[in-house]
């Protein structure tokens, strides 16, 4: 039984149920109806009734709780109960149920939000409306109770093979939504450290000052702190140090570990993964990444796919650009490349219109909203644009590309168009010399990059990158360098085929890396597509510390933010 609540908006004890619908679902397929306004004690806001639709009339005139709730209770009855956002909708239920004296009949919940998060776990929004969408479930109304019920009904009909592929019966599939947080290890009386304390008998005496992570673990060994520093013996102490404010783990250190590496970035690479995997309760949280960076992505996999800019890059069959220091820049280049090349301006959900909008009146838009669009027309577009960051290779192919069809429209004496593509040329070169970060396809150019040691000019860490992903990382030279760089290339070459893909627990470490680079511009870079000989790889590490090379050799670029 697929239940659905409308309520009056507000909250606790206040809360009144106004509207509840039902669908019995069976055999994947939606089959009785039921649904039902409730008279309410208290009056109805204007918001909420001009986000219904349910007037104060309306409930004036609908029945009691004591009328609407037996009849359901009946239909509850052994019965599964499936809602979105389900806990919402059994405490309003549950506190409808208790207002009238009537015993709630506690039927096993499953909820189609957590659903989608445990089937879907590329899907990042997960509302009842995105969800049908990415579904490909048409939604004709919104917040009333039946019409919210037949959405979540089918959902759950889309999602049921699923399901019965990871669970047989009930039980199990209650067990596989139970929400899997680990339990948070509590250490006795933390907030008892005063700035007065004695700091506890840990040797710092044999931590190394090179670059890495340091480990603080109490007398049974287990952890509380992990850090990273360029020089972990100075950044081990400081944390005991007067002047600094005392933590609530530091009172129970004992022993400090340490793991080196030979880069500040593998520090912070290493850092990430090792507080994801220990989980110390001394971490607040898992990653330190520059909160301004923010991704251009195109996802392929909806009708008529559009250009966005999100903090996080695209999972599954997208392409994503980036990462780049700047929303407002990125979206106005977003805008600009929709009106450049008539790409949609709207959302993800694609509306229809009997007529175009003012951009497809101004011919900025194809109009694909009005269904009478070639889908490989636009495809064509969008893949003229998304060619720009991906097979890139000249140094400002965008402007290039502008400034063609600047020449092409004054030869054909439509001067007025070039002159509205010069101011847009201009415009476009502003943006792009004031958006930093790295303006190409994440999955373009899988490359081998060099991260300097902080004191030692010998000594440097090496990063393959390939498909969007870290590939892998270590000290730079040794005789399994170009093993690890074919193993590299490889990785690219997959990629290519199943379309850049970056898996979730991932996402941080991408930006991580991607903020590292964008405020070290001069990073050294070898493209490792063609792929490159041993030969090259010997002169790249050899010529690394040195600002110019020869480019018919090696791709050796900074972070050039005109890609």
Not at 110 to 117: H, K
Not at 377 to 396: H, I, K, P, T
């Amino acid at each position: 039984m697929v239940v659905d609540t409308e309520t009056n908006g507000l909250a606790g004890e206040r809360c009144e149920m106004t509207e509840v619908g039902g669908v019995l679902v069976g055999g994947g397929e939606l089959h009785d109806r039921w649904s039902s306004l409730c008279r309410t004690n208290a009056p109805l806001r204007r918001g909420i009734q001009r986000l219904t639709g349910i007037s104060q009339a309306m409930v004036d005139s609908a029945p009691s709780l004591e009328e609407v709730l037996p009849p359901l209770r009946r239909r509850l009855e052994n019965r599964v109960m499936v809602a979105h956002n389900a806990p919402f909708d059994r405490r309003v239920l549950r506190q409808a149920f208790h207002r009238i004296g009537l015993e709630w009949p506690d039927p096993p919940v499953i909820c189609t939000a957590s659903l989608a998060r445990a089937l879907l776990p590329l899907q990042p929004r997960r509302g009842l409306g995105v969800l049908a969408d990415a579904l490909g479930i048409e939604v004709a109304l919104a917040h009333r109770a039946l019409a919210d019920a037949e959405t979540c009904a089918r959902v759950l009909c889309a999602l049921f093979p699923r399901l019965c592929a990871n669970a047989a019966t009930v039980a199990e599939a209650l067990a596989l939504l139970k929400p899997r947080r680990p339990a948070k290890r509590k250490l006795p009386r933390l907030n008892t450290v005063s700035r007065g304390s004695e700091p506890p008998a840990v040797d710092f005496a044999t931590l190394p000052k090179d670059p890495g992570v340091y480990i603080f673990r109490d007398d049974r060994g287990r952890v509380l702190y992990v850090g990273k520093s360029v020089s972990i013996r100075s950044r081990a102490r400081a944390h005991f140090a007067p002047s600094s404010p005392p933590a609530a783990w530091t009172r129970h250190a004992t022993v400090v570990d340490y793991r080196t590496t030979c880069s500040e970035l593998g520090a912070l690479v290493l850092e990430n993964r090792l507080i994801k995997e220990l989980r110390p309760p001394g971490n607040q949280r898992l990653t330190r990444t520059d909160d301004r960076l923010v991704y251009i992505r195109c996802r392929l996999d909806i009708a008529f796919p559009i250009l966005e800019v999100s903090p996080d890059p695209a999972a599954g069959h997208a392409v994503t650009i980036g990462p780049v220091r700047g929303r407002r820049l990125a979206s106005e280049l977003v805008e600009q490349l929709d009106s450049l090349f008539g790409l949609r301006h709207c959302g993800r959900r694609l509306p229809r219109r009997d007529h175009p909008s003012a951009y497809g009146q101004m011919g900025r838009c194809l109009s694909p909203c009005l269904g009478d669009l070639d889908p490989n027309l636009y495809r064509r577009r969008l893949d003229e644009v998304l060619g720009l960051f991906v097979n890139a290779r000249s140094s400002q192919p965008l402007l290039d590309h502008v400034h063609g069809q600047m020449r092409a429209a004054a030869a054909q004496q439509h001067y007025e168009r070039a002159a509205s593509l010069r101011r847009r040329a201009k415009r476009l070169d502003t943006i792009l010399s004031q958006l930093g970060g790295v303006l190409e396809a994440t999955h373009a150019r899988p490359r081998l990059i060099l991260a300097p040691h902080p004191s030692d000019p010998a000594r440097a860490e090496a990063f393959w990158l390939a498909g969007g992903r870290l590939v892998d990382y270590g000290p730079a030279g040794g005789d399994d360098l170009a093993t690890r760089t074919e193993r590299a290339i490889r990785r690219a070459g997959r990629a290519d085929e199943l379309g850049a893909h970056v898996p979730p627990d991932e996402i941080a470490e991408v930006r991580l890396i991607g903020s590292w680079l964008a405020s070290h511009p001069d990073a050294p870079q070898l493209s490792l597509r063609p792929e490159p000989t041993p030969e090259q790889l010997d002169e790249f590490l050899s010529l690394s510390g040195e600002r110019e090379l020869d480019d018919d050799r090696l791709d050796l670029v900074g972070a050039d933010t005109h890609m």
